[in-house]
């Protein structure tokens, strides 16, 4: 896959991390990786800002059991 960035973006991210050695790939595919994770976890906060916890079993784990083998 090949990815199109216009000047001054290339310019920029190149000021963060080289092209040399991979490290403008690298930062890429981190910085892509990282907005994933902050829109799935911003995705789960609004769902269970939708439909919170209201059980009381959820506070469960303040309280868990002995494990028995």
Do not use: C, G
Not at 19 to 25: E, F, G, L, N, S
């Amino acid at each position: 896959m090949l990815i199109h960035f216009d000047e001054a973006t290339l310019q920029a991210i190149d000021r963060v991390a080289p092209a040399a050695k991979r490290q403008r790939a690298d930062f890429i595919r981190r910085a892509v990786k990282d907005a994933l994770f902050l829109l799935e976890n911003q995705r789960m906060r609004e769902a269970y800002r939708l439909q919170p916890d209201v059980d009381e079993s959820a506070e469960a784990w303040e309280q868990p059991e002995e494990w028995k083998d």
